[in-house]
């Protein structure tokens, strides 16, 4: 099993930015797919961003294309989550998300893919 524990959300204006940091211990050398999914109250868990280990290849759901990136500090057993000019849209708890598998394209962006989970983070933005 492996252990993921998020940091980085807080509260920053429209516009702004924001740094997320997911830290993977225990099975870490078996977390080949991790990702960051984000809930906002009253819906349900969307995909945000994914990376797979081999390549990288990385995914980025539409709404956050050309704002977002993900990225990954192999040493460190971290994925980030830079996330620029924010919108209110964008409030959320944030996710980190790991499975063992090398996820393709047509499930890397479903919730239930995915072993692990972190405990979230909370991301505010206000107008």
């Known amino acids: 099993q492996v252990q993921l524990v998020e940091s980085g959300g807080g509260l920053v204006q429209a516009g702004g930015s924001l740094r997320l940091s997911c830290t993977a211990s225990?099975?870490?050398?078996?977390?080949?797919?991790m990702a960051w999914f984000r809930q906002a109250p009253g819906k349900e868990r969307d995909f945000v961003a994914a990376i797979i280990w081999s390549g990288p290849r990385l995914y980025y759901a539409d709404s956050v294309k050309g704002r977002f990136t993900i990225s990954r500090d192999i040493a460190k057993n971290t994925v980030y989550l830079q996330m620029n000019s924010l919108k209110p849209e964008d409030t959320a708890v944030y996710y980190c998300a790991t499975d063992p598998r090398l996820l393709g394209s047509s499930i890397v962006q479903v919730a239930n893919s995915y072993d692990s989970w972190g405990q979230g983070t909370q991301v505010t933005v206000s107008s």
């Open positions: 225990g099975r870490t050398f078996n977390s080949n797919t």
